[in-house]
C-alpha cells in the first residue's frame, strides 16, 4: 500500500466531503439469530453501548456471548452519511465506524464486565486500523449513552492504559464519547459468525488482562 492510499484510508473526512446516504434503512433486527431474542422495541430496564473493536463480526461475537446481554448487532456509527451502505463505509468517505450495539440488562451484569470484554479482546492503540484491516472504520471506539457509562469508561481506559505502557505498548487511541448516531448494517452482516461459523475474525488482543472490580 502506497502512503497516499494509506493516508486517505485512515483519514476522516470532514462533513461536508462525506457522502450523502439515504432515508431508507438498510435494516431493522427483529430476531437475534443465536439467542432468538425479540428486538425491544421500548428499552424498559435495557441500556445500550456501542463498541468499535475492529471488524464488527468478531467484536459482536465476543459481546453476545456474554451473560446479561439481551441483544447485539452490528451497525456503522459516528459518522456523516445517513444510512450508508457498507461498501460506501468502506470507502472512507462516511467517517462511520463498524460498531456493535449492545442492549444489556445491568441488574444481571456490571458495565465494567462489558468494558473488560471490549479492552481485552481487540488491540486499543492501533489508532485507525486493527491488525490487517486498515481504515477509519476499524477504529477503536466506546460510545456511551449515559453519563455512568461514561465515567466508567474513561475510568478503565485511564487503568488499562497504565497497564500496556508498562508492558511496551503504545498509548491507548480509543474514542469514548456519546454515540451521535447509528445505522444497522446489512442483514448478512447481523451475528455474521454464527451463520458463517469458518468466516473471517481478525482480532487478537494485546494478551494483557485488566482487573475492573
Partial sequence: ?????FLTKTELPKEQDALLGRNEKIFEPTIHFVNKAQYPKDNGNLEKVYFGMGCFWGAEKYMWEIDGVFFTSVGYGDGFTKNPTYEEVCSGKTAHNEIV???FNPREIEFTKLLKA???NHDP???MRQGYDIGTQYRSGIYVTNANQMKLAEKTKQTYEKI???NGFKPITTEIKEIQNF???EEYHQQYLAKNPGGYCGHGGCGIKIDTD
Fill in 183 to 185: 445505522f444497522f448494517a
Fill in 118 to 120: 471490549f479492552w481485552e
Fill in 101 to 103: 450495539e449492545v442492549i
Fill in 125 to 127: 492503540t492501533q489508532g
Fill in 1 to 5: 500500500m502506497s502512503l497516499l492510499s
Fill in 164 to 166: 500496556l505502557t508498562k
